[in-house]
């Protein structure tokens, strides 16, 4: 049974740089037919789709963070992690990993809280 | 973005109750919808795809059914274990989007 797990700083300041990583055990990032996705929620409020990769390393993400999103995959690790530049206030949010046949997540890890403040 | 709407936001029911939830897309997305279930503190958990599809693992009292951009989640008898948030989502059209949540709590 596939699981995932979140892990990365809880606490950002304005202006830096968000960086998770998800560590998957029970699945092969490696054996391909899945993406491997980013979702955040905010305190209170609904999800948003942040972004996947696939094995072959091809990406999408969200137009709304395109410009500050990777996301990147270790197969070595079985791991995938997110990095978000020059974050604020508004990043703050439980972010999680998910993995999905398509962009529908069908199992998620447990979340993390980011929070970014001064 | 395709926006997604759900109805009622929340609402109140006993257990032992049939409870209906509507996902309502700005769009047509076919059959491209899923239904996730959260409670506080928790992650989501997948309970239906392609609208009508159970999730491997979810139980067989959820039931989804819709196309085009009308939507039900419906749970058949209310369990103490169901009162949670439901969310819809729609990936028809890029990017996905998440509805607002509809809460469902303890009458």
């Known amino acids: 049974q596939v699981q995932l797990q979140e892990s990365g700083p809880g606490l950002l300041k304005p202006s830096q740089t968000l960086s998770l990583t998800c560590t998957v055990s029970g699945a092969s990032i490696r054996s391909g037919y899945f993406y491997w996705t980013w979702i955040r929620q905010p305190a209170g409020k609904t999800l948003e789709w942040i972004g996947r990769?696939?094995?072959?390393?091809?990406?999408n993400y969200n137009p709304s963070l395109k410009s500050r999103v990777t996301i990147s995959v270790d197969t070595s690790k079985n791991q995938f992690s997110l990095k978000l530049i020059s974050v604020t206030a508004s990043d703050t949010a439980v972010y999680y990993c998910a993995r999905s046949r398509g962009y529908d997540p069908e199992n998620w890890g447990q979340g993390t809280l980011v929070t970014v403040s001064s | 973005d395709i926006q997604m709407t759900q109805s009622p936001s929340s609402l109140s029911a006993s257990v032992g109750d049939r409870v209906t939830i509507t996902c309502r897309a700005s769009q047509d997305i076919s059959n491209y919808l899923a239904w996730f279930q959260q409670k506080p503190g928790k992650a989501p958990k997948s309970l239906i795809y392609a609208a009508s599809s159970l999730q491997s693992g979810a139980p067989s009292k959820f039931s989804g059914t819709g196309s085009g951009t009308d939507f039900t989640l419906t749970i058949s008898s209310l369990q103490p274990e169901d009162f949670a948030t439901y969310y819809c989502?729609?990936?028809?059209?890029?990017?996905?989007?998440f509805g607002p949540g509809t809460k469902v709590d303890i009458k």
């Open positions: 989502q729609q990936y028809k059209i890029y990017p996905p989007t």
């Open positions: 990769i696939y094995v072959s390393e091809t990406t």
